[in-house]
Each structure stands twice: as structure tokens, then as C-alpha cells.
């Protein structure tokens, strides 16, 4: 076996994608895409010395398939996407960062892809997360609390609204519903609350020519996901009380389709 760096496969990079922000971050998808395109390099390599030792003649991929490959992003890491509304496109993003220096990157990133967008922004947190630093670096964004919807997932890990408003008397002024009887589950938790507020702030970004960003506890994302018409398999029930909490939000497998 041998280490390999990738500007051993790859040559030295022209230049580093920087993204500026309170601090200044290397651009991990672009790191990401490097290395993957140099993984997937030395493997055809050492694919090709055994096919070779078989007496079969090695396939290699195209390059511009791997260009294209490497380009793929996990679901709900930055993914874009448009949202009709109206017979108006809205620009959705999804983003998982759920704590300070994740969300200080993601601040960074939209302000590097979308420097004059207006924002509106549904978060939702982990229970164990500082709530208040994180809600005040949205709140140095969008500077209007009102562009805040505050969420609360239906995982027994996912912090409340009362929680949130608790930790930064700030958000007063956001948009959330206070919790109804009929909607709690076992564990307290709202089961409408991160559907109600997506419907609600992608119609006013519809209105307002808003860009929408969906982001914090990754337990938020698959009724996030669902609201915005994304369908994707999920473990029945069975296997998911066996697997742990019992519940499709505390699941990470996202895909790609949606509803017609």
C-alpha cells in the first residue's frame, strides 16, 4: 500500500476556493470534489493492474464522466433547488448546519453565490446546540426577525419553540405557532410545526421575491423535504422503532424524486 496526496493524481491546484465570512473557509465542496476525482483516479489504476493480472483489458471512465460525478452534492448539504409557486420559481436551499461554525460557512456560502438575494429563512434546532449563538448569527443576516420562522422537529432530541424563544427573547418577533394539544406526540413535540412554517414562508417569499433556506437539525429536513413535494423511501415503522427513536425524522436517507 502506498499514501497518495491529491496533487499526486491531480497536479498542483491552480488556486483555492475561498469563501469569505467572519472567518475565511477553504470551499469544502470544491475540496470534496478534488479529492473524490483522485480517489476515483487511483482506483481505476489499481482496477487496472488486477484486470491486467486476469488477462482482461481494463475499462477506465471517461473524464468528463468523472467531471460530471464529482460535481454531485449529498442531499441537504447546500442543495439547490427551484420551487414552483404560483407559476413562479422560488429558489429553495437546503443546508444542515446546525451549529455555529456550520452555520457561519453556510452564511458565508450564500453570501458568496447570492450576494444581492433576499433571504427568509425556517430553522430548526437539536436541543443540545447553543440556541442562542446560533439564532443571533441568523439574526446579524437577515437583520429582521420577522425573515425568521422558527421550527420545532418531532424527534425527542429536537428543541422546542419554547426553547428557542426562551434562549434569545430576540426571535419574539419571528413567525412560529405556539404547540396545540392535537399535534403533539408522545414526546411533546409539534408534528406540524416544520410543515406549517414551510408553507408559510415559501408563500412569502413567493411574495416578497425572497430566496427560501431551510436549514439546522438534520430532523427537520424530511418534513421539509415532503412540504417542498420531495418523495423519497423511508423505513416502515417497524424497522424504524427497531432501529431507535421510532420516527422517519431521525432517518438521514434523502433522495431525489419528486411528487408529480
Keep these: 500500500s502506498q499514501i497518495y496526496q491529491c496533487e499526486d493524481l491531480l497536479g498542483a491546484e491552480d488556486e483555492q476556493v475561498m469563501i469569505e465570512g467572519n472567518e475565511t473557509f477553504e ?60 407559476q413562479k420559481n422560488v429558489r429553495v436551499i437546503l443546508d444542515v448546519a446546525h451549529n455555529p461554525q456550520a452555520i457561519d460557512y453556510l452564511i458565508a456560502k450564500l453570501r458568496a453565490n447570492y ?73 411533546g ?18 411574495e416578497n421575491n425572497e430566496m427560501l433556506v431551510v436549514c439546522g437539525s438534520v430532523f427537520i429536513m424530511a418534513d421539509a423535504r415532503e412540504t417542498l413535494g420531495i418523495v423519497e423511501p423511508r423505513d416502515s415503522d417497524v424497522i424504524a422503532e427497531v432501529a431507535g427513536a421510532g420516527m422517519r425524522n431521525s432517518q438521514e436517507n434523502f433522495s431525489d424524486s419528486k411528487k408529480n
Design 27 to 86: 470551499d469544502y465542496d470544491a475540496e470534496n470534489s478534488r479529492i473524490s476525482k483522485a480517489g476515483l483516479i487511483l482506483l481505476q489504476f489499481h482496477l487496472a493492474e488486477r484486470m491486467a493480472e486476469t488477462g482482461i483489458a481494463p475499462k477506465f471512465f471517461q473524464p468528463e464522466i468523472i467531471e460530471e460525478g464529482v460535481k454531485i452534492r449529498p442531499p441537504c448539504r447546500f442543495e439547490e433547488m427551484d420551487i414552483k409557486v404560483d
Design 115 to 187: 450576494p444581492t438575494a433576499n433571504l427568509r429563512i425556517v430553522v430548526g434546532m437539536s436541543a443540545d446546540k447553543d440556541l442562542k449563538y446560533c439564532t443571533n448569527i441568523l439574526l446579524d443576516y437577515v437583520s429582521d426577525p420577522s425573515k425568521l420562522h422558527l421550527v420545532e422537529a418531532s424527534h425527542p432530541r429536537a428543541a422546542s419553540i419554547s426553547s428557542i424563544l426562551e434562549a434569545n427573547s430576540k426571535l419574539s418577533d419571528s413567525h412560529y405557532e405556539e404547540p396545540q394539544a392535537d399535534n403533539l406526540n408522545k414526546d
Design 189 to 206: 413535540r409539534d408534528v406540524s410545526s416544520v410543515s406549517t412554517q414551510v408553507q408559510k414562508a415559501l408563500k412569502l417569499a413567493t
